[in-house]
């Protein structure tokens, strides 16, 4: 049986100097950025959980934040649980952190008492929840960070090869 889960990564470099040189502040912000989405676009209530880094609703960790800065610029980001297969994590503690698991937003939804579909679509539908997802972390990454974000398409970059 084959399973497809899928994984949401953003990894922004951005230059801190331009945005507020502190990294704990930077870590909150990506955090603020997840909770934002979860609460948007699938009406979870994420949260922090006080001396832990990361994105919980309740007990499960929806999504892990780690970076790297160098000169001020930043690398790495944070992974956020869509329709992850979590049955791996059953034989690790993630994290080290022992009385808490990990969760995925799919399945969150399946398991609360809301509308069994977003927009239509049923909850089953991996690929609508990983585009409603990632639409969603692009539009309060940028609201948080008060940034705008430019798109390019492949064909425009290929012609530029000419």
């Known amino acids: 049986m084959l399973i497809i889960t899928f994984l949401l990564l953003l990894y922004p470099i951005l230059n801190l100097r331009f945005q507020k040189m502190d990294l704990h502040w930077y870590m909150r912000a990506l955090e603020e950025v997840v909770i934002r989405v979860l609460f948007s676009a699938f009406s979870l209530k994420a949260s922090r959980v006080e001396g832990l880094t990361g994105v919980w609703v309740g007990d499960k960790k929806l999504a892990a934040v780690g970076i790297r800065v160098s000169k001020w610029l930043t690398y ?34 399946r398991g ?9 679509y049923q ?8 585009d409603i997802a990632h639409e969603s972390l ?22 530029l090869d000419r």
């Open 112 to 120: 609360s008492n809301k509308p069994s579909s977003i927009s239509g």
């Open 123 to 130: 909850y089953e539908d991996d690929g609508k929840l990983i």
């Open 76 to 109: 790495h980001g944070l992974a956020l649980n869509v329709s992850t297969d979590l049955s791996p994590f059953s034989r690790i503690i993630p994290c080290g952190i022992k009385d808490r698991g990990v969760g995925s937003i799919k399945e969150l939804l």
């Open 138 to 159: 692009l539009k309060e990454f940028c609201e948080v960070f008060q940034l705008e974000l430019c798109h390019q398409s492949v064909s425009i970059l290929r012609s």
